[in-house]
């Protein structure tokens, strides 16, 4: 069924751009939807720049993790197709294995799950396993990350997020979530505080578990410190993009001064500030139904991704599995709701391609 679902996905998405375009050829439609962040990706998987940026604005592709692209280039040179093609087929397969890999984390509620899988292929935000955009790899990993917990195997855990922390720099945060589960499952099997320190150093696959959490990070930050001679070329070059961290209150006063008042044409800083405050909103949601530790994840990466300002913040929102999975699950609890969201919920998607294939909508850039 999920393969069925991603084959329509597809299908749909491109007969979105021939609609739209007239081009029947499916290589067009890879090229056309890869715009943006993903031509830098590209450039990754071509190889890192040495040297000062070559690019006018200072821009370089150090910015941007390697898992991902690598992944990419690895199956182009296995398939013999384009970076593009390869990238589209790529987050497809990636968007099948994630919706799969997340039924356990729904337990009895069928109907959710359901919801969520059909969200992820053929919803609005389905576009992300469709584009050769690193957000369907850091989506599944998330959720195998946290199935990983659910089951309380941390040392698993830890093995996900070593590649979630070289596929996203926020990656390296869910080491947080996975403290904070094993102090829930320490309290919920009715361990004492005062013995908590001891029982964690005792705990050897938690303690690999989280040695193994910054790996990707530390790793792709030795590369740059040897290839480049400044471990941090990351995080230094976002000021090309005008991206400096500073407080994320002031960063939402921006976004909503510069979207308001609403204008009678379409504004994207309205977009990225109420998706900002909708993410928050989700990301509390997901507390308050009990899953502490991926709340917990979900709060320190929003905040880190919005003191760099607001600008991609519903893309970044959207790949942050636990809202997804929440959100699924609060629809879901009336059953005409939930047949509702079917029709809408891929109505909306085809409006988010074709807004992205027109290269004039950037709710997801």
């Known amino acids: 069924m999920l393969a069925l679902f991603a084959a329509c996905s597809l299908l749909l998405k491109f007969a979105v751009f021939v609609y739209m375009t007239g081009d029947l050829s499916p290589l067009a439609f890879a090229d056309r939807i890869c715009l943006w962040d993903c031509r830098w990706f590209g450039k990754v998987a071509q190889g890192y720049e040495v040297g000062l940026p070559t690019n006018r604005n200072g821009e370089a592709n150090w910015a941007f993790f390697p898992l991902y692209p690598l992944l990419v280039k690895a199956v182009a040179m296995l398939t013999m197709l384009p970076w593009t093609a390869a990238g589209v087929l790529v987050s497809q397969v990636l968007g099948i294995l994630a919706a799969g890999c997340a039924r356990p984390l729904f337990g009895s509620q069928t109907r959710a799950y359901w919801l969520f899988a059909f969200g992820a292929l053929l919803g609005p935000f389905s576009l992300l396993f469709s584009m050769p955009y690193s957000e369907s790899l850091f989506i599944l990993l998330t959720i195998l990350v946290l199935v990983q917990l659910q089951r309380g195997d941390y040392l698993r855990a830890g093995a996900w997020a070593a590649l979630l922390s070289a596929t996203r720099v926020t990656g390296v945060l869910i080491g947080a979530a996975i403290v904070l589960q094993a102090i829930i499952d ?57 991206r400096a961290l500073d407080n994320p209150f002031i960063q939402f006063g921006i976004a909503l001064h510069s979207g308001w008042p609403f204008k009678a044409h379409w504004d994207p800083f309205s977009t990225y500030a109420v998706g900002g405050l909708v993410a928050v909103v989700l990301t509390t949601l997901v507390a308050l139904r009990g899953h502490y530790a991926a709340a917990l994840f979900c709060f320190i990466a929003l905040v880190l991704s919005f003191s760099a300002g607001l600008f991609s913040s519903v893309r970044f929102a959207a790949g942050l599995a636990p809202l997804g999975l929440v959100s699924a699950e609060l629809i879901a609890r009336r059953r005409w709701l939930s047949w509702s969201a079917y029709p809408i919920g891929l109505a909306l998607g085809l409006l988010v391609v074709a807004g992205w294939i027109s290269g004039r909508d950037f709710t997801m850039v």
């Open 186 to 242: 320490y309290r919920r099997a009715g361990g004492a505080w005062r013995d908590l320190p001891r029982s964690f150093l005792s705990d050897n696959r938690l303690l690999l578990g989280l040695a193994l959490v910054p790996l990707g990070l530390l790793g792709y930050m030795v590369y740059l410190r040897l290839w480049m001679g400044d471990g941090l070329a990351f995080a230094h070059v976002q000021v090309a993009w005008g």
